[in-house]
C-alpha cells in the first residue's frame, strides 16, 4: 500500500492466504483505491474483503472488475491497457505486462496490466506481474521515474538478471523487488540479487512485510 498526499492505493492483495502475510491483520487495511494488475489468486485473494470494508474504488480490467462486481464489489472502474485515468491527485495509467490473466474460479482475465502512477511529486512505476519486455522502454518517454516496483522471484515472472535489465530500460535506478520469496519456486538469494543490482549502479530494495519506506 503507498500514500501519495493522504491519499491510499493498495496493490494487488495477497493476504490471508500467504503465510507470509500471517501477522496482518486485513480488517485494518482501509486503502481508498485498489489497483488489480491481473486475476491470479496471488493478486486478488482479498480484494473483495478489503474493497467493501474500506469502500475503495477499484481500478483493474474491465474483465478484472466484472468478476469482483459478481462477488459484490459495486465500486470500481473498468478499464484497459493504454487507458489512464485522472484520480485527482494522481494520474493512473495501464501500462502492459507480459504475463497472463484469469481469476480464481479460472474465468476469463482480460490482459494482466502494469501501473504507472504520475503525481505532482514524481512518478513510479508498478510492474505487476511481467516478463522482460520492450515495452518497457515508453514510459521514460512520458515521466521520469522516482522508483519502480518490479517481479523478481524468477519462474512465473522475471529473475533477478532481467530485472535489472528493465530498470535500464525504464531508466531507474531505485527498485522495490516484488513477487519473491511467497513460494517454492520464486525464493531467492537476496544478497545474490542486491550484489547483481548493486553492480550495475542500481539499488535493490527487498521490503519485509509490514516494513514502511520513504520516497
Ligand atoms: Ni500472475
Request: some cysteine; glycine content about 8%.
Amino acid at each position: 500500500m503507498l500514500e501519495i498526499e493522504g491519499k491510499s492505493i493498495l496493490f494487488d492483495p495477497f493476504i490471508t492466504p500467504n503465510p507470509l502475510a500471517k501477522d496482518v491483520d486485513v480488517s485494518t487495511i482501509l486503502p481508498d483505491f485498489i489497483l488489480i494488475s491481473h486475476g491470479h489468486g496471488d493478486h486478488i485473494a482479498d480484494a473483495v474483503a478489503i474493497a467493501q470494508q474500506a469502500k475503495s474504488q477499484v481500478i483493474a480490467t474491465y474483465e478484472v472488475c466484472e468478476w469482483l462486481n459478481k462477488k459484490g464489489v459495486e465500486n470500481f472502474v473498468p478499464m484497459n491497457t493504454g487507458g489512464k485515468i485522472n484520480l485527482g491527485f494522481c494520474t493512473v495509467k495501464l501500462v502492459y505486462a507480459a504475463h497472463s490473466s484469469s481469476l480464481p474460479d479460472g474465468s476469463y482475465g482480460g490482459n494482466p496490466v502494469g501501473f504507472v502512477i504520475i503525481h505532482k511529486g514524481g512518478s513510479f512505476y508498478y510492474a505487476g506481474d511481467t516478463a522482460l519486455s520492450n515495452e518497457m522502454k515508453l514510459i521514460p518517454e512520458e515521466c521520469k521515474l522516482d522508483f519502480a516496483m518490479l517481479p523478481i522471484g524468477d519462474h512465473f515472472t522475471m529473475g533477478i538478471t532481467d530485472a535489472a535489465k528493465a530498470a535500464k530500460f525504464i531508466q531507474c535506478d531505485k527498485i522495490i523487488g516484488m513477487h519473491f520469496d511467497t513460494f517454492p519456486p520464486i525464493q531467492i538469494n537476496h544478497d545474490n540479487a542486491k550484489a547483481h543490482f548493486a553492480g550495475l549502479g542500481l539499488e535493490l530494495t527487498l521490503p519485509i512485510i509490514n516494513q514502511t519506506l520513504e520516497f
